[in-house]
C-alpha cells in the first residue's frame, strides 16, 4: 500500500512540474526552463543530503545514478525536439506509455507475474495514460505520424530506461546522495546541449523565476517519491504509477488555466482511478 502511495505521490508531483515547467517554458523556453529548474533541484537536494548525513553509496551505485541522470535528460530532450516538429498530440502519450512499459517487462522478468488484479490495473493504467495525454484523435495522429515517432521513442526510451537504472542506483536503501548523482549528471548533459546548440542562457523576464523554482521542487519531489514507491514494493508497480503524471497536469490546467478535458481525458481519469484500486487488491 505505501508503494501505491509514494507512486501517486510521484505521479502528482511530476504532473505538477511539468505545469509549472509548461508555464515557464512559455517565457524562457522549455530547454532553459529544464536546465535552470534542475539546477534548482541540484541545490536543493545537495543541502538536505549534507543535512541528513546519509551514508555514501557505493560508486556502482554512484554509476547508475549518473546513467540515470543522462537517460532522463536525454529522453526531455527527444520530447522536446518531437514536440517543436509539431508532434505535441502524440509525443506525450507514446513517450509515456514506453516509458511505463519498459519497467512493466523488466520487473516481469526480474521479479515475476504479478497477481491478475494488479496485472489488469497495469493494462488499465497504460490506457489511462494515452487517454489522459492526448486530447483528440490520437490513433489517427499515429498512424500520419508513423515515420516520424522516433523521436517520441527515444524520449520513452530515456524515461524508461531511467526508472530501471535508478531502481538500481537506490535498491540499497540509499536516496539523498543517488539523487546529487543524478541531478549532477542532468544539469552538466543539460549545459553541454545548451553550449553545442548556442542556445542562450539569458533569462529576460525575472518574474519566472519564481515559477522555475518551485517547478525544479515539485521535479524533485516527483524523483524522490518514485524512489521511494520502487523501494517499498515492485519497480513496475512504481512505475506505472509515476507515469500517470499527465492526468495532474491536465487536472491543474483545468482548474487553473480553464483548459476544457475532453471525453477522452475523462474515461482516462476514470480508468486511472480503477486501476488504482485493482493494485491495491
Known sequence: ?????????????????DFTGGLAARSIGAVRAVF?????????????????????PSSRKFLFAF????????????????????MMSIAGPVSALLAALIPVIIGIITQG??????????????????????????????????????????AGIGFG?????????????????????????????LLIYMLATKTSFRIEKMSVLPIVFLNGVLDLAGNGFFILA??????????VLSSLYPGSTVMLAWIFL?????RNQWFGVIAALIAIVLMTL
Open 1 to 17: 500500500m505505501l508503494s501505491i502511495i509514494y507512486g501517486l505521490l510521484s505521479a502528482f508531483t511530476w504532473g505538477a512540474g
Open 36 to 56: 535552470y529548474a534542475s539546477i534548482v533541484g541540484l541545490i536543493a537536494i545537495s543541502i538536505l543530503a549534507i543535512i541528513g548525513n546519509e551514508a555514501l
Open 67 to 86: 546513467t540515470a541522470g543522462l537517460f532522463g535528460t536525454t529522453g526531455l530532450i527527444f520530447l522536446y525536439a518531437a514536440m517543436s516538429k509539431g
Open 113 to 154: 507475474l504479478p497477481d491478475y488484479f494488479v496485472l489488469t490495473g497495469f493494462v488499465l493504467a497504460l490506457l489511462a495514460v494515452w487517454m489522459i495525454s492526448n486530447s483528440g484523435a490520437g490513433i489517427k495522429d499515429i498512424f500520419s505520424h508513423l515515420a516520424d515517432l522516433k523521436l517520441s521513442l527515444l
Open 161 to 189: 530506461f531511467y526508472f530501471v537504472l535508478m531502481h538500481q542506483a537506490t535498491s540499497d536503501g540509499t536516496l539523498l546522495w543517488t539523487m546529487v548523482v543524478s541531478r549532477i549528471a542532468s544539469v552538466s548533459s
Open 230 to 239: 520502487a523501494q517499498a514494493g515492485r519497480l513496475d508497480v512504481a512505475s
Open 258 to 262: 480553464k483548459e476544457r478535458l475532453t
